[in-house]
């Protein structure tokens, strides 16, 4: 087959660059001055018709605008997931607030799984929210997916309010409601060992950490000092408030620790854990332009804004950085496990429609080093290697010459997989550009083969210096 002849050359070509596994100085005349290096990327996905979603919902006043448009999209969520997962699907909703000093618990927040569905009514501009009860709403499923939203009835538990604590923990709130003691209590039914889990956050402003990390009520600074203690600097460069009696040093708990959490849940299992941050977002092509800043100097000087909603009717329209959430996304991986989108829409329907493949499978991968040239890489599903070309069946890997082949029944031989560069400035989160795979070889496809997980192996070549 000429698609193994070329695996054959591909590896000779390989094994004659690289004898040390690491760079080998040897080049041909007519390439550029740099030696070259192999890289193994190994990729490991869960293919399953199953999925755990938690919701982590802002619920602080600053969020009555978005909250109205959050109604206004989440049908084109509960819809992608109908098609993607059919009934086998587990939704649950928390908030941000999590009991402290300054945030005595109202509403049943804490990590404890809503029960409460939500319904908005508008005086003029203010929003007016009422709440029915219903336990058997903790966790949705196909048979009570109406209690996440209702459309014909404007109400569910997506719908939270703005009643919350100014002083977001939508981060500890996780960890609270996917531990030991809610899990096998309140929070019952919800998480299934051998299933993926997707998490998503969607807030307006910073996380705040652990309750006690920051001090609560101090007059004139409010929810200021949990921006100051995720930079870890206030605006004068000092390590702790001035005016604060406790002096408490402005450090948070690391987002690893809540990157540990969540994998060790599932065994460490690369996959079977997604998280998705849906907050204040400079840029969302350059990631690394979220940054906690500010408009002066002074001890209390407020926090620039991330980003704001244009035409916005409900007021409370801005955001500010979200980078503990942006931060923990990252170490999931944007693209494959890891998914970030900025809350400073007019409406979430794009998001969500986007959101919704994101919970379900990745089809792009990013790379970290950027490809030599692409004829001389090799892919893998589950140690079977791809052909460069392939007839476009549905669920069948058919091996073909290229465009000009005309053996593929009533279809074209078409690229099985493609590869694109980095761009000019390089994505922060790809800087070796990324790869993607033509629709009749969806990585994510259980059908062809059935398998519980799938491995994809890429070896290729990387410039390098010497």
């Not at 003029?124 to 997916?145: H, K, M, W, Y």
């Not at 460069?237 to 001035?242: I, R």
């Not at 406790?246 to 060790?264: G, H, I, K, N, W």
Request: charged letters at 20%; hydrophobic letters at 35%; one cysteine or more.
């Amino acid at each position: 087959m000429a698609y193994m002849r070329r695996i054959f050359l591909i590896v000779a070509i390989l094994a004659s660059l690289l004898l040390d596994p690491a760079c080998g100085p040897e080049r041909a005349p007519d390439h550029p001055p740099f030696g070259y290096c192999m890289v193994h990327w190994t990729q490991t996905i869960y293919i399953d018709q199953r999925i755990d979603v938690l919701f982590v919902i802002d619920n602080a006043e600053s969020m009555t605008g978005k909250q109205a448009q959050l109604e206004g999209s989440i049908k084109y969520f509960v819809e992608e997931l109908e098609d993607l997962f059919g009934s086998q699907y587990h939704i649950a909703v928390i908030t941000t607030g999590m009991e402290s000093d300054a945030c005595p618990d109202k509403t049943g927040e804490g990590g404890r799984f809503q029960d409460r569905l939500g319904h908005i009514a508008w005086s003029g501009s203010e929003p007016i929210f009422d709440f029915t009860r219903d336990q058997s709403c903790r966790v949705v499923a196909g048979d009570n997916l109406k209690c996440l939203y209702d459309e014909a009835e404007e109400r569910g538990t997506a719908l939270v309010g703005v009643s919350g604590c100014p002083y977001r923990r939508g981060l500890a709130a996780m960890r609270r409601a996917l531990g030991a003691d809610l899990l096998g209590s309140y929070n019952t039914g919800f998480l299934r060992a051998d299933v993926p889990l997707v998490v998503i956050l969607i807030s307006d402003g910073e996380d705040c950490g652990e309750p006690g990390e920051v001090s609560e009520g101090i007059p004139g600074l409010d929810e200021r000092i949990c921006s100051y203690a995720a930079k870890g600097a206030g605006p004068a460069g000092g390590t702790y408030y001035p005016g604060d009696p406790e002096r408490r040093q402005y450090r948070l708990t690391p987002v690893a620790e809540y990157f540990d959490f969540l994998m060790d849940l599932k065994d460490n299992k690369q996959g079977m854990v997604r998280f998705a941050a849906i907050v204040g977002v400079k840029d969302t092509e350059d990631l690394s332009s979220t940054s906690i800043d500010y408009a002066g100097s002074e001890p209390d000087a407020a926090v620039l804004l991330a980003c704001s909603i244009a035409d916005c009717p409900y007021g409370n329209c801005e955001a500010l950085p979200g980078t503990r959430a942006i931060r923990l996304a990252q170490m999931f991986g944007i693209g494959t496990f890891g998914f970030v989108d900025t809350i400073c829409r007019e409406d979430f329907s794009n998001t969500i429609e986007e959101l919704a493949p994101f919970v379900s499978c990745p089809r792009i991968f990013m790379l970290s080093e950027p490809m030599l040239d692409p004829d001389l890489a090799t892919i893998m599903f589950d140690e079977e290697p791809l052909p460069e070309y392939s007839c476009g069946i549905p669920g069948q890997i058919v091996p073909c010459d290229g465009p000009g082949d005309l053996s593929c029944p009533a279809s074209d031989c078409v690229k099985t997989w493609t590869y694109s560069p980095p761009g000019s400035p390089p994505d922060s989160d790809a800087p070796g550009g990324m790869i993607g795979f033509a629709a009749h070889v969806d990585p994510c496809d259980f059908t062809w083969k059935q398998p519980i997980q799938r491995r994809i192996d890429l070896i290729y070549v990387t410039p390098c210096g010497i």
